[in-house]
């Protein structure tokens, strides 16, 4: 954890389905403009603990807090409107509008409640390279497109904590260097969470690294640091 | 104040017309001049059917908004067409108001129902086939309560005598007692309400109900508050359909319990799937062409109808699933393949 100030702290959160313990007493919290990478293997409890950031889920136990405040219990709009803003796991678009429409529409969720105008729609494009594509329906783009319009949706509600949950899954290796570079230059405007799968994605962020194996936090620190972790080879490769 | 501006400002911005859309602004500009000069050629009988049917039109725009636009099926609609033509009915006859304090009243008790039940169903997360029985069960209880409840409602017979609206405009009389006034009166409302609420819809507003009704996940973590937009448009939704309940009642003269009933509430689903979901003008000329056509064949065999309607449903659904409106799409780009062919 860096000196910076502190922007969202989750503190012993838990979440069961049924008998599975999903996330069990998660602590970690975020700094401003950071950037950190969850990772760990199937099931480890990763979407689960950013359905619990982004207020999609309420957790069964513990706290969260957003710039010292507490946010527990509040709907997932209200998380987005104090700006932690989420990209899904698989790309989650508006099939039927437009590239452009879809990012003004997804300008106005904040906008309406802020008061203050969205980002310049041709502004984001150009940042997720899809203006030749502005007119097509999201339906109609592929698969990597799709991840790119999302993340350029949740860049038009001015995020101050990003959540992008496998931005690359499904992407060409020069897609995945591409998201890694933007993902790169946004963590200087604001925190940025990434759960991702691809290691070599996570290496080419070289960035703070949580690692988590059934529900728990096993491991917290730079990616080199946690590589070498063998608790953390352990839940990857098994014991031997 | 100036955040309120700038609300309205971002919702309601009203983009370029493209080309599809200018078609459908032409079609409805060549309906209208057509509802314009049909008094000169129609018989008083005509004209008053198709006085009703201008006013159930705007039944029609009510639910497109709401199926069409916002993605929300519901069931029982006649419930608030019915509650406008019972609040416009009591508060003339029973209460001894004007017609205007029954419009009022019938628009208040409908938003007020479709607020206070919309706010239970719809932020306990109730959505989808589950929301549009909940609307169904809702319209059949208020059936049987205007059947039950004869003080106030008239039981089966209804209340008759209800009378025409009438008000002085710029030293003007106007009064829908006669029947040229009266078809001028519903086409003039039903074509306000048909250009505000296009006009609503065509830019972001029309978007965010898009958003909502389509990917409500997606929009809810952008900052939208996903069951606020459905209750208002479910209340806005109610409140056009009152309007038109009220209009009907005093076009009319008489209202009874199957004004609230399952029948207007598939009759209204099926002009507006005809018409084509979302277009808002495809379910006004729907609404027009079916009715007159009710009215044609049920004069020579009254059994006959439910039976074509049943297979104009079936073809709709089969051949042209987003409606009669989808033609404004498909023609052009059939000519311009076939064009391309020839060249």
Redesign the interface.
């Known amino acids: 954890m860096s000196a910076r100030a502190r922007l969202f702290e989750i503190d012993g959160a838990a979440k069961r389905f049924g008998g599975i313990a999903a996330i069990d007493g998660v602590s970690f919290s975020v700094a401003e403009n950071e950037l950190v990478c969850v990772i760990g293997p199937n099931g480890a409890g990763k979407s689960t603990l950013l359905n619990v950031m982004s207020g999609t889920l309420p957790p069964d136990a513990g706290t969260l807090r957003f710039r010292g405040e507490s946010i527990l219990g509040q709907p997932p709009h209200a998380f987005a409107r104090r700006g932690i803003v989420r990209k899904f796991q698989g790309a989650n678009v508006f099939p039927w509008m437009t590239v452009r429409e879809s990012l003004e529409v997804a300008g106005l969720g904040v906008a309406l409640a802020s008061g203050r105008p969205p980002p310049a729609v041709d502004t984001v494009l150009a940042t997720i390279k899809l203006g030749h594509q502005a007119n097509r329906m999201g339906s109609m783009c592929s698969h990597g497109q799709r991840q790119w319009l999302e993340v350029g949706m949740t860049l038009m509600s001015r995020p101050r904590l990003l959540l992008l949950d496998e931005p690359t899954a499904g992407m060409t290796a020069i897609g995945t260097a591409e998201m890694a570079e933007l993902v790169l230059a946004l963590a200087g405007e604001m925190a940025v969470v990434v759960i991702e799968h691809d290691m070599s994605f996570v290496r080419r962020l070289a960035c703070r690294t949580v690692v988590m194996h059934q529900g728990r936090l096993i491991a917290d620190g730079s990616f080199e640091t946690v590589s070498q972790d063998p608790r953390v080879r352990d839940a990857y490769l098994g014991r031997a | 104040m100036?955040?309120l501006f700038?609300?309205c400002r971002?919702?309601f911005a009203q983009p370029r017309l493209g080309g599809r859309e200018k078609l459908g602004v032409l079609v409805a500009l060549v309906t209208l001049a057509l509802l314009i000069v049909t008094p000169f050629a129609a018989s008083e009988y005509r004209l008053a059917q198709l006085r009703d049917a201008l006013l159930l039109a705007l039944l029609a725009i009510s639910l497109d908004y709401l199926w069409g636009r916002a993605h929300t099926l519901v069931l029982g609609h006649a419930l608030f067409f019915g509650l406008g033509a019972y609040g416009m009915a009591i508060a003339t006859m029973k209460l001894g108001l004007s017609t205007g304090a029954g419009i009022v009243l019938g628009i208040a008790l409908a938003s007020a129902l479709a607020t206070i039940s919309g706010y239970f169903l719809l932020f306990a997360g109730v959505r989808l086939h589950f929301f549009a029985v909940m609307t169904m069960a809702m319209s059949l209880i208020a059936n049987q309560v205007a059947v039950s409840w004869s003080s106030v409602t008239g039981g089966d017979v209804g209340i008759l005598g209800i009378p025409p609206i009438e008000f002085t405009l710029l030293g003007l009389r106007y009064s829908t007692a006669g029947d040229l006034e009266s078809y001028y009166g519903a086409l003039a409302v039903a074509t306000m309400v048909l250009a505000v609420m296009w006009a609503a819809c065509r830019g972001?507003y029309g978007?965010?109900l898009?958003?909502v009704g389509?990917?409500e996940?997606?929009?809810?973590?952008?900052?939208?508050?996903?069951s606020l937009h459905l209750l208002l448009a479910f209340a806005l939704a109610a409140a056009l359909a009152a309007l038109a309940g009220a209009l009907f009642a005093s076009a009319s003269g008489v209202v009874a319990p199957d004004l609230l009933g399952v029948i207007v509430s598939t009759e209204v689903l099926i002009w507006v799937a005809i018409g084509g979901r979302g277009s808002l003008i495809g379910p006004v000329i729907a609404t027009l062409i079916v009715t007159q056509a009710s009215h044609s064949i049920s004069s020579f065999s009254t059994s006959l109808w439910p039976l074509i309607l049943g297979a104009l449903f079936l073809l709709v659904v089969f051949a042209l699933p987003d409606g009669l409106a989808s033609l404004l799409r498909k023609v052009p780009e059939f000519l311009a393949r076939r064009r391309g062919s020839a060249s």
């Open positions: 100036s955040r700038t609300a971002l919702l972001p978007k965010i898009e958003a389509t990917n996940n997606r929009a809810r973590s952008l900052g939208f508050n996903t």
